[in-house]
Structure formats: C-alpha cells, structure tokens
C-alpha cells in the first residue's frame, strides 16, 4: 500500500513551499483539519526565511 504525500511522518520531508501549496489546497477543498499539519510545517520554515533558498520561494503560490 502506497503511503499518501501528507500523511503522518510524510510531512515533515515536505519543502516549504510544497508544504504550503497542499495546505493550501487542503483549505480551498474544505479539508480545514487536514489542511492544519502542512500549513504548521510551512509555518516553521518561514519562520525564519533565511532557510528558504531562491527556488524555494518561487514555489509559493
């Protein structure tokens, strides 16, 4: 059985970016407690924008 993108222990090998465009799509579709995790991880990256390389911050959205 494949394991999903965002399920738990996944998330945490997201890039930022990824991390915040599945949230974010989590969020549109309604998903709002699924959408929490990604966006958290997210969170934590942009928490300090030095991590985020120039790539990184052309993936948002």
Do not use: I
């Amino acid at each position: 059985m494949e394991r999903g993108l965002l399920e738990p222990g996944r998330v945490d090998h997201l890039s930022a970016s990824t991390a915040f465009n599945c949230g974010l799509c989590l969020f549109l579709l309604e998903e709002y407690e699924r959408a929490l995790v990604p966006l958290k991880r997210a969170e934590q990256f942009l928490g300090s924008t030095a991590r985020l390389n120039a790539a990184e911050r052309k993936g948002f959205l």
